[in-house]
């Protein structure tokens, strides 16, 4: 097992790449990559940096140089071939040749396209244009980096043994969430930690402590590199990004209310099983299912990510109750600002009401809070999200007002169209 402490001491970060490979990134983005391969290949987007916790100052923290060379080093890889064979050759959700010949191909040759880097106000506006296939890869390397570095500005000015206890602390604060965990009768639950983690050795060190004091209960990461390196399950779906840039490219208004259905339609063609899992709250839960088509109903389940999920997922099984599916056979998984004592208490409220399953994130791979003065490294809010699609604005509602974005103009007339009303505000931390 790597010494995390003995390694950031010894190197001072001078040698170490924050992303090792394109495949350092989560199971859902190359999914949803081929999907977008196969189905709008052509369509020009625009994704950017948004820091939602103003008052972590990135530029003030991360020298811009240091965020230059990890950007520049991102654009230099390229897939391994071992990491082509374990694509092609190796069983994702039951399925063999997940990716087709045809993506592949295109996967093996690709390098990541450029990237534009500006200071703004104590913050970096780091944006990436071009085709949707390329340009979405850049989301979760960019989001790595900048976290890490983040870290790597506090942690370099640490002494040896600061680091050796820091780390210990930290260890010890996840294994004492693991053991809140392991009584748990029928618990599911994977890590989805890439894109805010503290640092990849440390995500990798989380998913190993998961596989040891778990068991049969960590169903596996999201983490493509860490899945290969640890033979463990890939787990992913799909995000918002789909319906997202789909939304933006529709002409109508109506056209508009079908995107979300569209992007589930295509997936639909593509995947079956544990794939089929719907992500309702891009425009609102409740509206999302009163409107939805029978055969989504059929689906696998559901996944919730913002607002309060006790009741998005009561909302979910009134709405198969309300279609004539059994709740009892669908899947719910958890994966919005999730810690062990919330996984707790969402397990025993639905347990045996519907499958339950979780997937967490930032307080599982970057829960630093509270062991540094000044809480240097406590985690914040940092996303890379599709800000236009063909020159057209995307729009993001969710169940959470706090984490809506989009122009004002464009907002309103998504809310008009998918039935927004008032929704209750909730503190985004992670």
């Known amino acids: 097992m790597v010494d995390i402490a003995t390694r950031v001491w010894n190197h001072r970060w001078k040698i170490d790449p924050i992303v090792r490979s394109l495949i350092d990134t989560d199971f859902y983005k190359l999914l949803m990559c081929q999907s977008v391969f196969r189905n709008k ?6 994704f950017s ?7 972590i100052r990135l530029a003030d923290l991360v020298d811009e140089g240091e965020l230059r060379e990890q950007l520049d080093h991102v654009r230099s890889l390229s897939l391994t071939r071992g990491e082509s ?3 092609r ?3 994702f959700y039951g399925k063999r040749q997940m990716f087709s010949p045809e993506f592949m191909d295109w996967f093996e040759n690709l390098r990541l396209p450029p990237y534009h880097l500006e200071k703004r106000d104590g913050q970096y506006e780091l944006t990436f244009e071009g085709s949707w296939p390329e340009v979405m890869l850049w989301e979760i390397p960019a989001l790595a980096i900048l976290m890490e570095l983040r870290g790597r500005a506090v942690l370099g000015a640490m002494g040896r043994f600061e680091l050796q206890v820091l780390y210990a602390r930290a260890m010890t604060k996840l294994w004492e969430k693991i053991e809140k965990l392991q009584p748990l009768d029928g618990l599911r639950v994977a890590d989805f930690g890439t894109r805010r983690r503290h640092s990849f050795l440390w995500q990798d060190w989380c998913v190993q402590a998961m596989q040891e004091g778990l068991g049969d209960a960590f169903l ?20 918002h990004e789909l319906p997202m840039v789909y939304s933006a490219l529709a002409e109508t208004d109506a056209a508009l209310a079908r995107a979300p259905y569209d992007v589930l339609q295509d997936w639909h063609e593509e995947h079956d099983g ?3 899992i719907i992500l309702p709250d891009t425009y609102g839960t409740q509206g999302f299912l009163d409107n939805a088509p029978d055969w989504l109903a059929g689906w696998t389940g559901i996944r919730v990510d913002s607002g309060d999920p006790a009741t998005a997922a009561e909302r979910a099984i009134n709405w198969w109750k309300s279609r004539g599916e059994d709740p009892r056979e669908k899947l719910v998984i958890f994966s919005d600002g999730l810690d062990a004592d ?10 045996g009401r519907t499958r339950v399953s979780f997937g967490w994130g930032t307080m599982l791979t970057n829960d630093f809070k509270g062991l540094t003065a000044g809480d240097t490294l406590a985690p914040f809010s940092l996303v890379c999200k599709a800000i236009s699609a063909n020159g057209k604005p995307t729009v993001k509602l969710s169940d959470n007002p706090n984490k809506a974005m989009g122009t004002a103009e464009e907002v309103e007339r998504y809310k008009r169209v998918f039935g927004v009303g ?9």
């Open 41 to 46: 290949p052509d369509t020009q987007v625009t």
């Open 49 to 55: 940096l948004i820091n939602r916790t103003k008052s």
């Open 85 to 87: 064979t374990w694509m």
């Open 89 to 91: 050759g190796n069983t």
């Open 220 to 239: 596996g990461t999201s983490n493509c590199l860490i899945a290969k390196n640890r033979d463990l399950e890939a787990i992913g779906t799909n995000a």
């Open 274 to 276: 544990n794939l089929r």
């Open 342 to 351: 919330k996984i707790v208490a969402l397990h025993q409220q639905f347990q």
């Open 422 to 430: 008032e929704q209750e505000k909730v503190e985004v931390v992670v």
